[in-house]
């Protein structure tokens, strides 16, 4: 077990490398620095000044390995943009969208996992068919348009719900937080719905086909020839082998909701890391790119390796080949 | 104690009804072995799924009377039915492998069926399954019923499912092909396991199987169906020694015997073609065109202290993984022209050295030969070498070993390209065309998708394929036994005519050891990656000089009278 979790860690560590290289890539590539952040008045002697301070005159691999040990440090750099340090800028918009997107992966998770069960049990029912049908649509239209559907109905129709920002948050430590405040969650309601919506479809579409698949195995139709009762056998037998798979396209769901809810962010003017890389993109900050970057990969790594955790925690015959 | 009166089962479609069983009576008394037996097709699971009430939708009952004691079996409700299950009538199914929870212990799966019949305390229903085990033959039970499915052997898993079908105390098991995944060791001492429990406890058992050797060696009443309908019904040593009914003597017929040699299959169906004597032209093109070759046919083939070691699960990072050694030292000559059984259990290594012949493993130790040179092991072979068209093979699944996107043309033109023996593509086809004459199929197969074929017929179009490349060493592994005896008795008859005709090498891999008798010139018996006995086939058969050889022929089930 020890060592399984110690190849992963070297397996992630190899990843980062290379997304930090990536990143790093970035800053060496695309543009120059120094007459991103100077004017036009500035001379010449001062450019160089610059370029001798920031160190970029040096071998590509001593800036790399600069790079990486300031990440590692802690040290993201300034922004070219706002003159801050990335650090903080990531940092106060993290929250957000961490919260964003736990909620619409709860809730692509609370209503798929059972309807995706239901339809499963029942695959020829009218309401089966019927779900099935709903959420075909739900898949084809694009996310931003789903936003704008939702902001017309509820925001400007109805007028039910605020269309932009995080409503009123709660500052606790560095995290604030929109999850305390009735205001709150009324202005994450609707992002986190046009986030979720795609998850939810996927995640009960597959629920409903892994398990299909498991309740015409061996081992269902024999624990039916022995009369266990139906509920353990949907619930017990069926689900925990339904699980197996479906979890790892949840954590990969998971990354993936926090990486690419720019789109949604933008719709909704959602503070949050998206909206951040929406910006630095049409500024050329590189410096905020690149960390975004790494910041993003972390995640999935991170998200990565708690799936392959829970496989082994769930499933037997991995711990035994782990263990050896 | 099981009456079955009458009984019909249909399936209703779109194109109208099929009839799967059709007015079919047996009855199972207390204590009995009552097998049912036939080929594919038959029907025989849909009675065992139709007794049981998990009929596969939408198929049902029709008409008929199924009572088990006093219990009407078909007047009962869905929870009824549900409820009966487990407690009065289990099942065995056939794959032990896939027939429990991989992630649930062997105790809670117990526990779990022993408390959904009985309102019994969790502690006494594990104490009653620990007791259990120990009867069926597991050793040290107590620790081992904490173990997972995966943890055990495949006959050891297969008596967890016949403790599982157990201990519940059903009066009826249904067992559905229960040795046909196992060896022939293991199948012996399951089928004992199921002769003890019958006598002692007075189960009835409804064991359906397609292999006759069982039927003859542990029923004591059977059922012959085909296509549905009952054929034969009788006491077992009755109808298998003097059958009645004309479709019980040639099922009988096709079986090979494993005492004596004969010269050709005894293939039950008057209708395939008679493949002694192909007389279409173009099967006599084909036969030109593959005799045409500069090659000569039918080379020699062998190992010398050919070691394979498979590397083992990394455990630890500092120490290196400890390998399975799967062949060891082992010496192989196949002579010219001949013939060569390889048999022994799963796991003895038969694969292997058909993977290590055809360079698709790489041997640590050892050297391979073909005729007078030098075979390269797997990685020296290059992709050009012409041993890769010389050594061709015949996979025991010919569902998965086609490719079901191509047309039979394109299958069979593929070896002609590859390997540069024909240049024209229309003269390809023709060629394609010829050599499905050869095999005993028609012409207009060609055009045609693997998936429209039987697997037979399958299995005749991989033989084709594989002779297509004008190969001098042909591998079969396990080549019939996904079939049924009548249809195995046609493809290893086809395999004996091209052999014959065109003096090929044949290394014939199979665990089935009365077919390698019929097949094989010569014989060796692997066991644990060593070779335990090789020598001529019929002195192997008469008088086999290893104990384990002794062991292996005691074992395989034979046919009454023999």
Known sequence: ?324 | MLEIEGLTVQFPGRFGVFTAIDDVSLSVAAGEIHGLVGESGAGKSTIGAAIIGLLQPPGLVASGKMTLGETDLRSLSMSQAHELRGRRISMIFQDPQTSLNPLMTIADQLIETIQAHEDVSASEARDRSIALLEEIGIENAATRIKAYPHQFSGGMRQRVVIALALCTNPELIIADEPTTALDVAVQSQVLDLIRRLAKTRGIGFLLITHDIGVIAQITDNVTVLRGGQLMETGPTQKVLRTPDHDYTKSLMAAVPPLDRKLDRFLVPDSDAPDLAAPAGRSAADAEQWLTAGTQIFGEGLGMTDVTVKFSGNRTSLFSKPAAFTALDAVSLSVRPGSVMGLVGESGSGKSTIAKVLTGLVQPSAGQLYLGDNDLPPARARSRKDPSRRQIQMVFQDPYSSLNGRHRIGDILAEPLWHYGLEADADKRRDIAAAILDLVGLSADAIDRFPHQFSGGQRQRIAVARSLLARPSVLICDEPTSALDVSIQAQVLNLLKDLQARFGLTILFISHNLAVVRQMSDDVTVLKGGTIVETGPSEDFFTNPNAAYSRELLSLTPGMPGQ
């Open chain 1, 1 to 324: 077990m020890a060592f399984f979790i110690l190849k992963r860690l070297i397996q992630s560590i190899f990843v980062m490398i290379a997304v930090a290289f990536l990143a790093f890539s970035l800053f060496r590539f695309v543009g120059d620095p120094v007459s991103q952040m100077t004017g036009v008045e500035t001379s010449a002697e001062d450019s160089a000044r610059l370029r001798e301070e920031l160190g970029l005159n040096d071998a590509f691999i001593v800036q790399f390995g600069r790079f990486t040990r300031n990440m590692l440090q802690g040290d993201f750099g300034y922004s070219y943009r706002t003159r801050q340090p990335v650090a903080d800028m990531i940092a106060s918009r993290i929250p957000a969208t961490l919260e964003l997107g736990t909620v619409a992966l709860l809730i692509s998770l609370l209503v798929g996992i059972p309807t995706g069960i239901f339809t499963a049990l029942r695959p020829r029912g009218f309401v089966t068919q019927s779900i099935l049908l709903t959420t075909l649509v739900g898949v084809s239209i694009p996310t931003f348009v789903i936003g704008i559907m939702l902001i017309f109905l509820f925001g400007v129709q109805l007028g039910w719900l605020p269309t932009f920002g995080r409503g009123g948050t709660v500052q606790i430590g560095g995290w604030t937080s929109s999850l305390f405040t009735f205001d709150g969650w009324r202005a994450l309601i609707l992002p986190a719905l046009t986030l979720g919506v795609y998850q939810l479809t996927l995640t009960m579409r597959l629920v409903r086909a892994e398990m299909m698949e498991v309740l015409r195995s061996d081992f269902i139709r024999f624990a039916t020839a022995r009369g266990i009762p139906y509920r353990s056998l949907y619930f017990r037998h069926a689900l925990a082998n339904t699980m197996v798979p479906v979890i790892t396209i949840i954590g990969l769901q998971f990354g993936g909701v926090i990486a690419f809810s720019i789109v949604t962010e933008s719709v909704f003017q959602w503070p949050g890391m998206g909206l951040l890389f929406l910006e630095s993109i049409r500024f050329v900050d590189i410096p905020v790119m690149g960390v975004y970057l790494v910041v993003i990969a972390f995640f999935f790594v991170l998200v990565n390796m708690i799936v392959d955790l829970l496989y082994v925690a769930i499933d037997p015959r991995l711990r035994v080949r782990e263990d050896g």
